[in-house]
């Protein structure tokens, strides 16, 4: 046997292959949450600016992939960066990472670990893309996207997993990221919505979601790639990882059910975006504390992120941030809680269930006061770090004038899609629902519109078109299928539509 055959053989012997596929696995349904994340946002976005934020969080996506192997994970996570508050780069564009075991557990090689916090990543930047929501230019979010990752979260991601991390050493119980990536994309989503500035006015009446069955499918694809989310960060096939599928489960649901109770008290309906909603807060708070705490509690932590994130959403008025898509409410309260839970509910017991960490401590049910002090401490640093230093890139590129973050009033008011993508999230024909508010007068004399395509085998033209609706039978009046999309009568007005009350098809904002 040749020495590269037998190394590479010893590589792959040392490691549990049922371990590394397991977190290999886990990496793609983390993957598979950016696009959850993406239908999400479109969803509850306004129809003219719904592709938009799918862009933003597919090209958001490529940026970290490339900043996390440029410089990203040697300046989060290098074992041999001694400072406490940042790596540095020994393993600048993954050199010296391969086969040795990973700084996170021994259980998994660091390759293996490089890429699983590669999607870590990727999922806090495509949830802090929400920020951008029907005002923010998606070009200059990319240049923010990849300083933000360099300056902020890779800071965050040192302190709470790096081996030297200050967090790390002075024993913060932070499982799967409720500092990096909760607080890490709710506040840095705050501070960005501050820096944008609010919504016009008009874009802020009657708004309503464009598309709830789009945000229902994103939830769940959320919730189905938040168990390798959290199951995959006991790094190996353990019964850790299934006490953090559990508690996710667990707290999803006590979530999405509280939030839908303290809505349909209000409003006597159930709401479809408020079940998401409290289900991705409960996803959020168990996110740090899936790997530390009992079942009960799980159920505990449900019902109060549930609440509290629910009441939540009403401080964007009090700050008068227009925090379009309630980043903070969400994830930044409910990271706050999931790592306070950890300070009183951690169970040294089940945190030793991986067979690695066996001497970490728990929490007030083990008479560990200290525990919830030093939590609170780390929320206090992550959230005052990310909010000051978010806020002051965001500044910071603003004054400079081909990287201004917001859109102009007028392109806000075509909408985001038309002005930088060109493209729409859904094509189609819709007559508005209130009649008096069509605008655009049909003029009969003007030619037909050009138009492509075939109907019953034929090509259309202006001229067919225009023929087809000379020929056609009136009803009250109102050519059936005109050149210019009028329609037929509509019964429940109280009077004949005469031609020139049939508006042009125009989207409504």
Not at 60 to 67: C, D, E, K, R, T
Request: hydrophobic share 50%; with cysteine; proline share 4%.
């Amino acid at each position: 046997m040749s020495l590269h055959n037998f190394l590479a053989s010893r590589a792959n012997d040392q490691f549990d292959r049922g371990d590394v596929s397991f977190i290999i696995a886990c990496g793609a349904l983390v993957f598979f949450m950016v696009p959850g994340v993406a239908f999400l946002y479109s969803g509850l976005s306004r129809r003219k600016s719904a592709l938009s934020l799918i862009w933003a969080v597919a090209a958001s996506n490529a940026v970290v992939i490339f900043q996390w192997y440029f410089w990203g994970y040697s300046l989060a996570l290098s074992s041999t960066a001694t400072n406490g508050f940042i790596g540095n780069l020994r393993h600048f564009g993954l050199q010296k990472v391969l086969d040795a075991p990973s700084p996170g557990s021994p259980l998994i090689p660091e390759l293996l670990y490089s890429f699983y916090q590669m999607e870590f990543a990727c999922v806090t930047v495509a949830i802090l893309m929400g920020a951008i929501a029907e005002r923010g230019r998606v070009l200059p979010a990319m240049v923010f996207v990849f300083i933000w990752t360099t300056i902020v979260y890779c800071p965050l991601a040192c302190w709470a997993w790096a081996v030297n991390g200050w967090g790390f050493k002075w024993g913060v119980l932070d499982f799967a990221g409720g500092g990096p990536v909760e607080i890490g994309s709710g506040i840095a989503g705050l501070a960005y919505s501050w820096v944008l500035g609010r919504r016009s006015e008009k874009e802020l009446l009657n708004f309503r979601p464009h598309n709830v069955s789009m945000v229902g499918l994103g939830t769940f694809i959320l919730w189905f790639g938040w168990l390798g989310f959290n199951g995959g960060s006991a790094f190996g096939a353990n019964l850790r990882a299934v006490l953090a599928i559990w508690n996710s489960m667990l707290a999803a649901a006590f979530g999405g059910i509280v939030w839908c109770a303290l809505d349909y008290r209000i409003e006597r309906k159930v709401s479809m975006v408020g079940f998401c909603s409290g289900t991705i807060a409960g996803l959020v708070a168990a996110t740090p504390a899936s790997g530390y705490i009992p079942t009960w509690a799980a159920i505990v932590m449900g019902i109060v992120v549930g609440a509290l994130s629910n009441y939540g959403t009403k401080l964007k008025f009090f700050l008068r941030i227009d925090d379009a898509l309630d980043l903070a409410a969400e994830h930044a309260m409910g990271g706050i809680i999931g790592l306070l839970f950890n300070g009183l509910f951690a169970d040294s017991s089940l945190t030793a269930l991986d067979n690695v960490n066996t001497a970490v401590p728990g929490g007030w049910i083990e008479h560990n006061w200290k525990q919830l002090y030093i939590q609170f401490a780390y929320v206090c640093a992550t959230v005052g770090y990310t909010f000051v230093v978010t806020a002051l890139i965001a500044k910071g590129m603003d004054m400079i004038p081909f990287l201004r973050l917001r859109a102009t009033p007028e392109d806000e008011a075509l909408g985001m899609d038309d002005v930088q993508i060109g493209e729409f999230a859904n094509d189609y024909v819709e007559v508005r629902r209130d009649y008096t508010d069509w605008t655009l007068v049909y003029d009969s004399a003007a030619p037909a519109p050009a138009t492509a395509g075939d109907r019953h085998g034929r090509p259309e033209t202006s001229s067919s078109l225009s023929r087809d609706a000379a020929n056609k039978p009136r009803a009250n009046g109102v050519a059936n299928g005109n050149a210019n999309g009028g329609l037929s009568s509509i019964s429940e007005k109280p009077r004949d539509i005469e031609e020139h009350d049939i508006a042009t098809l125009a989207p409504s904002s």
